[in-house]
């Protein structure tokens, strides 16, 4: 799926706020689905302020619907403004 803009990102936010990372690649192609990806790739690749999609990983929300990005390399979690349905 391609989507037309990329969101505005914040700063970064807690790992409370964050929810669960999702460390399995069909956990996380779950919820990227959700929201109307192909998997979880296709939502890393869309969604990422910079470097390449295998730079972050992908955190859930379940309360709230909300997806956020780790970067690997810092830690770094940032809203995507993306929600599962």
Same mark, same amino acid.
């Given at each position: 799926?391609?989507?037309? =803009?990329?969101?505005?990102?914040? *700063?970064?936010?807690?790992?409370?706020?964050?929810?669960? +990372?999702?460390?399995?690649?069909?956990?996380? *192609?779950?919820?990227?689905? +959700?929201?109307?990806?192909?998997?979880?790739?296709?939502?890393?690749?869309?969604?990422?302020?910079?470097?390449?999609?295998? *730079?972050?990983?992908?955190?859930?929300?379940?309360? =709230?619907? +909300?997806?956020?990005?780790?970067?690997?390399?810092?830690?770094?979690?940032?809203? =995507?403004? +993306?929600? =599962?349905?």
């Amino acid at each position: 799926m391609v989507r037309g =803009t990329r969101n505005n990102y914040s *700063d970064a936010v807690s790992p409370s706020e964050a929810g669960k +990372e999702l460390r399995s690649n069909s956990e996380a *192609d779950k919820v990227a689905q +959700e929201a109307g990806y192909d998997n979880a790739h296709d939502f890393k690749e869309q969604n990422k302020p910079s470097g390449k999609g295998s *730079d972050w990983n992908m955190m859930h929300n379940k309360k =709230t619907g +909300e997806i956020f990005l780790r970067r690997l390399s810092d830690g770094k979690i940032v809203k =995507t403004r +993306e929600f =599962t349905k």
